[in-house]
């Protein structure tokens, strides 16, 4: 049995009929509104925030590959309209979560899955709630449970003004650690500072191994923090310090680099995978323990996302566009 609200039968949904980049074939599709199964909830969506993983679904990149049409969009934040049976919240509720593909946030309305709606603390914005779950669940996850960062180590996070590098940057302060970042141009170095980095590097000016061994005193860093790959990666295994561990969040680059197991062993340091979406599936627990952790951090003042950008619904190929164009900071909101 289905506790429902009241809402229209149909709704603007952004879909994807073929792969490409998503600015140029996304298409703005009037569907039926879905229907929440057992234990999923139906959200009227307030604000839904991208990620780079959804350029990486619009061309067929991206480790998942939803049946085509499908609808991007990973996280939202709004309010249940109707519950499925045995669903944990209730109409009324406010949410935040990651629907599931093919039926992504970038719609009028959205499901979210049983046991995949989580509470939106008091006084926090729709964007706010829509930004802090992916990125923060994989920065948290990759700093603490990955990479064991620890109070007083050195940590090096890169894009520090993108999305994962933000959180990242936020986080890391919270734990105690000294954090540098690097980023692309003065804007977003100065980004970093204010975002509370304790130095911040322009790897597009500076030679970034030559910058990182001045700012750790020639130690290197204990964490980095690297969603950028390629030629970056290749400069963080030289700047990573005795018992270091890299963390590798994703490749916005575009090149996948390669870690030779000598260099490994001589220098003694660690490569951490993290692939967070994968927490969802075996390890839902830690997902749970880190939406209330980030709440609690939230509540203390010591992370708020940074929403970098703002736009109707309507123009979610411009925000595509813009996030493709590596000219964003922080999360991109899109509002219904
Ligand atoms: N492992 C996981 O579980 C997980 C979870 C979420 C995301 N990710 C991955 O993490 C990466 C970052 O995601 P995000 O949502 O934080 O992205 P984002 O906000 O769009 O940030 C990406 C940043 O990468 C930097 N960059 C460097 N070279 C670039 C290029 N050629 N094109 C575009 N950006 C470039 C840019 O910062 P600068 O201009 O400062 O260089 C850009 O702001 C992606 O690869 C994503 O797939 C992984």
């Known amino acids: 049995m289905t506790a429902l609200g009241t809402h229209p039968v149909t709704m603007r949904a952004w879909r994807i009929h073929e792969h490409g980049p998503a600015p140029e074939v996304l298409r703005l599709d009037e569907v039926d509104v879905p229907d929440p199964g057992p234990g999923e909830v139906l959200v009227r969506v307030e604000a839904a925030a991208l990620n780079f993983p959804d350029l990486l679904l619009a061309t067929g990149q991206y480790q998942e590959r939803p049946p085509l049409p499908f609808t991007p969009g990973l996280e939202i934040a709004g309010e249940v309209v109707a519950a499925g049976e045995g669903a944990q919240a209730r109409p009324g509720d406010r949410v935040l979560g ?5 039926r992504g946030g970038l719609a009028d309305f959205a499901v979210l899955p049983a046991g995949g709606a989580f509470g939106i603390p008091a006084g926090m914005t729709a964007e706010e709630a829509a930004a802090l779950f992916i990125t923060y669940q994989t920065a948290h996850v990759g700093l603490h449970r990955r990479a064991g960062l620890r ?31 690097t980023a692309g141009g003065p804007e977003k170095t100065a980004l970093c500072l204010e975002l509370g980095a304790d130095a911040a590097i322009d790897y597009i000016a500076a030679d970034l191994v030559t910058a ?13 923090w690297d969603p950028v790959g390629g030629d970056v990666f290749d400069a963080s295994r030289r700047v990573v310090a005795f018992e270091g561990r890299i963390v590798v969040v994703g490749f916005a680059a575009g090149r996948i680099p390669a870690a030779p197991a000598n260099h490994l062993l001589v220098k003694n340091y660690s490569v951490v ?7 969802r599936r075996y390890e839902p ?31 979610a190929p411009e925000a595509l566009a813009d996030l493709a164009a590596r000219r964003l900071v922080g999360k991109s909101v899109l509002i219904p």
């Open 212 to 224: 990182v061994r001045e700012a750790t005193d020639g130690r290197g860093a204990d964490v980095i």
């Open 273 to 279: 995978g993290l692939h967070w979406g994968l927490y």
């Open 285 to 315: 627990a830690v997902v749970a323990a880190t939406h209330t952790e980030l709440c609690r951090l939230y509540a203390e003042g010591a992370v708020k996302p940074l929403i970098g950008s703002r736009r109707p619904l309507a123009e």
């Open 151 to 181: 109070p007083g180590e050195t940590l090096l996070v890169h894009a520090g003004a993108s999305g994962t590098g933000s959180a990242a940057v936020q986080l890391g302060k919270a734990a105690g650690a000294r954090v540098i970042a």
């Open 98 to 102: 990651a629907p599931t593909l093919p």
